[in-house]
């Protein structure tokens, strides 16, 4: 089986089986998006979501977070992973949007990786779903599945992320992140993936060479 058919394979059956796929972060607006994004950071979006609806309430916008204190922002994430560090960069990222950006979130992926708390994968996660833009954010689990199913050999998530946009077509990028993220956190897990239950084993790299069929 060649690269691109394992590609063509791989596509066509996310296409039938996950035709409506979109995050599971519970947002109203992009500030809120990019703020639950930094907070999804090593914690399930289940937490996030369950944590987000109170923080909003009171600091649902740049300029509310911008003049919020650590003291008053940190118990409200608390039961997010890394708090400390979290509550510092939103209310400086914050506070670099009012500053820099007059409050908007920018859709280039430099300026929204000059905010503090926001790297390559936040920045395309946001870059993405606000702004339609044809890019594809490697996290945990599209590292995982992209490796697995035989998608990338890419030592970084940035090649990771190189290798599927140079075969994923541009109007199809944004959903392909959320079919990776989805069937990795689903079905293709870390510990013990279902690949009896899964769809994709006839062309899985992971599976076909487990069974020894190549």
Not at 18 to 45: G, K, W
Not at 48 to 57: A, I, M, R, S
Not at 78 to 98: D, E, F, G, V, W
Not at 144 to 158: A, Q, Y
């Amino acid at each position: 089986m060649t690269l691109k058919e394992r590609y063509s394979f791989v596509r066509d059956w996310f296409r039938k089986n996950m035709p409506e796929a979109h995050t599971e972060l519970a947002y109203s607006n992009p500030f809120e998006l990019l703020v639950s994004v930094i907070l999804s950071a090593q914690c399930t979006d289940r937490r996030v979501n369950l944590v987000t609806p109170p923080l909003f309430e009171r600091y649902g916008t740049p300029s509310a977070l911008a003049r919020a204190s650590f003291e008053e922002v940190f118990p409200l994430i608390r039961s997010i992973s890394y708090p400390n560090s979290k509550t510092t960069h939103l209310i400086a990222m914050a506070k670099k949007l009012i500053s820099d950006f007059d409050g908007d979130i920018p859709s280039d992926i430099d300026s929204l990786m000059s905010l503090p708390g926001v790297g390559r994968k936040t920045a395309n996660v946001i870059a993405s779903i606000v702004y339609d833009k044809p890019v594809i954010a490697v996290d945990t689990h599209v590292f995982r599945v992209s490796h697995r199913i035989g998608l990338s050999d890419g030592k970084t998530p940035e090649a990771v992320e190189k290798d599927l946009e140079r075969h994923i077509p541009e109007d199809e990028r944004a959903k392909a992140h959320h079919w990776l993220i989805l069937h990795g956190r689903y079905v293709c897990t870390a510990r013990k993936p279902s690949c009896e239950e899964c769809g994709l084993n006839p062309w899985c790299r992971y599976h076909i060479d487990n069974n020894r069929i190549i």
